[in-house]
């Protein structure tokens, strides 16, 4: 009979082992053994290979462990899936009701201060001032007349051939 928990027969096992002596069933013992027990020091090595060899040790050694542990209780589980409910909605909110990203505008600041300027010497009438602000991907433009009248516009630029565009909103 083997009895691994005993430290002389394991090291003359392991030597075995290492020798190349063992047979297939020895070799799986010791294989359960370091499963389910932390080696020694000296064994660690060892466990090692003999693991590596025989990886199923480890899949049984955790089926025992999980068919040892105690079920759940009813309670439990239904205090497990309405968290998970709970989580799974609240992500679900929060997805439907985030703030959607909007794209920046493909204009560049000198771009955007050329069209101003070219729109201030368009001699539309006594120009207060000129205002841009950014829209998604384009700019809402405002001219504010001396008479206080306001000319609204949308200022776009085509992403195909970078043609910068001025569309009146009236």
């Not at 000129?130 to 949308?154: C, E, H, M, R, Y």
């Amino acid at each position: 009979m083997y009895d691994l928990t005993d430290k002389d027969f394991r090291s003359g096992l392991v030597a075995r082992y290492l020798d190349a002596e063992t047979d297939a069933r020895e070799e799986m013992l010791l294989a359960e053994y370091f499963a389910e027990h932390e080696p020694d020091g000296d064994e660690v090595a060892v466990a090692r290979l003999v693991l590596a060899e025989h990886p199923e040790a480890l899949l049984a050694a955790g089926e025992r462990e999980f068919a040892a542990r105690p079920a759940r209780s009813a309670p439990r589980r239904r205090l497990l899936l309405w968290s998970c409910a709970a989580a799974a909605a609240a992500l679900a909110l929060f997805l439907l009701l985030r703030p959607t990203a909007q794209p920046a505008p493909n204009l560049t600041p000198l771009e955007v201060a050329e069209s101003l300027n070219t729109i201030a010497n368009l001699g539309l009438g006594d120009i207060e001032s000129v205002t841009a602000v950014p829209s998604g991907a384009n700019f809402l433009v405002t001219v504010q007349l001396k008479d206080g009248s306001k000319l609204p516009f949308i200022m776009s630029k085509d992403g195909d051939t970078g043609t910068l565009s001025l569309a009146s909103t009236e």
